[in-house]
């Protein structure tokens, strides 16, 4: 599996932005596609997931509420939606997956999308 991540970019706190990770080399069936962000310096952490055929999402606590993870099947891509951005959510985002177990830990992960920069603005 190919994962292409887009839809990074500046925008000011509070403001929303949508990043989108297309697949191609297969159908997502039992995947599991997460995205990471990372900044400099830190390691990558998870921020939310989504077991494909369950359209079951996992949020990290402290982006509840703020981030949606969706999935469209027609275009086999998995979304995040960010709203009410704060300027520590400034980042590097990745898409990445693995085969149906679900864990928070990028090791884990075996396919990986390149970065897209989300930089917001206070």
């Known amino acids: 599996v190919q994962l292409q991540a887009s839809g990074g970019g500046l925008v000011q706190a509070g403001g929303s932005l949508r990043l989108s990770c297309a697949a191609s080399?297969?159908?997502?069936?039992?995947?599991?596609i997460a995205w990471f962000r990372q900044i400099p310096g830190s390691e990558r952490e998870i921020v939310a997931a989504i077991r494909w055929d369950r359209d079951r999402p996992y949020y990290i606590q402290a982006m509840k509420g703020r981030f949606t993870v969706s999935r469209d099947i027609a275009k086999n891509t998995v979304y995040l939606q960010m709203d009410s951005l704060k300027p520590e959510d400034s980042a590097v985002y990745y898409c990445a997956g693995q085969w149906n177990v679900y864990t928070p830990d990028a090791r884990d992960y075996q396919y990986w999308g390149q970065g897209t920069l989300v930089t917001v603005s206070s």
């Open positions: 080399g297969r159908t997502l069936s039992r995947d599991v």
